[in-house]
Nanobody
């Protein structure tokens, strides 16, 4: 099994920055992908960005230029640097670990990000 833990959420004014971290531990198998998702009440969870155990990283067009993903492959950590935050970025941010060697994905508990105008 894999444990996924997010950290770094909080409250910030519009234009501010936050950095989220996600750590996968336990029986982390490769290859894998780790992704950041976010969800607001009444809406579906949406992908924000991801990394793979190879060299791939990407963020979605909606946050490109403001959000950056980085990772520490050795320690199975993925970070999300969020700059120039907007009120519409307010959401619960979730981290997911997935590997074809498991028949399910592993999710963290989520961390709240609140951006005030």
């Amino acid at each position: 099994q894999v444990q996924v833990v997010e950290s770094g959420g909080g409250w910030v004014q519009a234009g501010g920055s936050l950095r989220l971290s996600c750590a996968a531990s336990g029986n982390v198998l490769r290859p894998y992908a780790m992704g950041w998702y976010r969800q607001t009440p009444g809406k579906q969870r949406e992908l924000v960005g991801f990394v793979t155990s190879g060299i791939n990283t990407n963020v979605t067009d909606s946050v490109k230029g403001r959000f950056t993903i980085s990772r520490d492959n050795r320690n199975n950590i993925m970070n999300l640097q969020m700059n120039n935050l907007k009120p519409e970025d307010t959401a619960v941010y979730y981290c997911k670990y997935g590997s074809p060697k498991y028949d399910k994905d592993f999710w963290g508990q989520g961390t709240q990000v609140t951006v005030s105008s």
